[in-house]
């Protein structure tokens, strides 16, 4: 009798969309703990020759992670730890893409297995978020109004947040119940390995900046400082600026208005902010550090509400989002058993 050589199921195929810092080591966490799958990695992006595009080819996008400097962090990265790169997705329809944000979603992937993860905080609703409320038949696109249009796209089969408290604040503005899993996040879902006792920063206040002009936001920054200054009182004064402020300018303000203060332009925010005496932020996710264990923190935030938001400090965001994961390649899958291959779906349209 003749042996039949046994079919082997192809690898599934999987593209992660990165972006800052943040956003790539999070999708590489979630890959990691995907071992069974083929993944590929690509900068945050846009479709060819549009908008955004052509903004982001004129130089006019640096402060968001379609920016040119983003990108190359982005990619330096990538070759560093030997990852396989598809720049914009285009060498092959994907088993399942995962995302860093859904504020743009690109037109070769939709229709495609999508899942998203929270990135961070999610911006309050500032002017442009009020204008799309106010007046929704300008059609204004979701970007504009920043992170709290995160999970209106409608396009993804699920999303991923932090907590409960987030799940319901998605909720609350307009995202769909049934589509999101509360998994806790990769990079805020153990606040406590980064305490180091005997840190060169125990009884100092940290004052985090956030990059409220770079994203063209008001941003009083003698104010800021002024106001750390009072919460310090007399305390060392450590001021950590945001990897995406211009550095100078930041420093020289800190010089003029507390010439006291140390300046940090590099570091990780999360082990400084977890070994301070006292936390002072603008508007810096940062601030869920503090508040996870229990230092006194401030905030230009709501922070009696960010309590009910805190993300999940369980140590296990990446395994559970690639559950979340597996979950929908085989439900797509026996979705294209049972009624064959679509490249649309209908019960994912926009939302409003």
């Known amino acids: 009798m003749t042996a039949h050589p046994r079919h082997v199921a192809p690898r599934p195929q999987v593209l992660f969309i990165c972006g800052n810092n943040n956003h790539t080591t999070m999708m590489h966490a979630i890959a990691q703990q995907l071992p069974e799958c083929d993944r590929w990695f690509t900068p945050y992006y846009s479709d060819d020759g549009g908008f955004l595009d052509i903004l982001r080819r004129l130089g006019l996008l640096e402060f968001v992670a379609l920016g040119h400097d983003f990108r190359g962090k982005c990619l330096r990265y990538l070759e560093a730890h030997g990852l396989a790169l598809d720049l914009g997705g285009k060498r092959r329809r994907y088993d399942l893409v995962v995302t860093c944000s859904d504020l743009i979603v690109p037109s070769n992937i939709v229709g495609q297995p999508l899942v998203g993860v929270q ?14 409320q106010a007046m929704p038949w300008l059609k204004l696109p979701r970007w504009a109004a920043g992170t709290v249009c995160t999970g209106l796209s409608g396009v993804y089969d699920r999303y991923c947040v932090a907590s409960e408290g987030y799940r319901q604040d998605f909720i609350d503005r307009g995202a769909p119940a049934s589509r999101l899993r509360v998994t806790g996040l990769p990079n805020f879902d153990d606040f406590a390995r980064h305490v180091q006792p005997g840190h060169w920063l125990e009884g100092c206040v940290l004052a985090c900046t956030s990059d409220g002009r770079e994203t063209l936001r008001l941003d009083n920054r003698k104010k800021f400082i002024q106001w750390a200054r009072e919460i310090a009182a007399g305390r060392p004064l450590v001021f950590k600026f945001h990897p995406n402020e211009r550095m100078s300018r930041a420093i020289a303000e800190v010089k003029r208005w ?8 590099e570091g990780s925010g999360e082990a400084l902010a977890a070994n301070c005496a006292a936390l002072v932020t603008e508007w810096s996710t940062l601030a869920y550090v503090g508040l996870a264990l229990g230092k006194p923190t401030y905030s230009y935030r709501d922070l009696a509400r960010h309590k009910s938001m805190l993300p999940l400090q369980h140590g296990h965001g990446a395994r559970n989002i690639a559950a979340v994961c597996r979950e929908v390649m085989t439900e797509r899958r026996t979705d294209r058993i049972e009624h064959g291959d679509r490249s649309q779906r209908p019960r994912h349209a926009e939302l409003p």
């Open 119 to 132: 990135e961070g905080m999610i911006d309050p609703k500032l002017f442009f978020a009020k204008v799309m």
């Open 258 to 265: 507390a010439p006291e203060a140390r300046c940090l332009t």
